[in-house]
């Protein structure tokens, strides 16, 4: 598997080779959809990309972990993490599926 990584240069410098907006237009974009969906997940609202998947924020309470090297057990305080699930469409697309085939 190739360890390859799109970083926000690439996704605007593709935004300007599909819409056709100047490159400085196809950054701008990107950063004001990249805030707004982070402002809603700092809200705790889910972010929905249809055909794509979802983001949520979800809480996780206080438990007792161990360290691993000396066993000892130290509190994990509660914590919010950040939940992505994909949709159908994406995971078939992943897996190499056409949309209308049947999953195995």
Not at 8 to 22: F, K, P, T
Not at 34 to 52: H, I, M, Q, R
Not at 89 to 100: A, E
């Amino acid at each position: 598997m190739a360890d390859r990584t799109i970083t926000r240069a690439q996704l605007s410098e593709a935004v300007y080779q599909e819409v056709g907006l100047s490159r400085n237009e196809s950054a701008d974009l990107l950063e004001t959809v990249l805030t707004y969906v982070s402002d809603a997940l700092a809200n705790g609202e889910t972010v929905k990309v249809s055909s794509f998947g979802s983001f949520s924020v979800r809480q996780k309470g206080q438990r007792i972990g161990r360290n691993p090297k000396t066993g000892e057990e130290v509190p994990i305080l509660p914590r919010k993490v950040l939940v992505f699930r994909p949709s159908q469409v994406l995971k078939n697309r992943i897996n190499g599926r056409m949309q209308g085939e049947a999953a195995e």
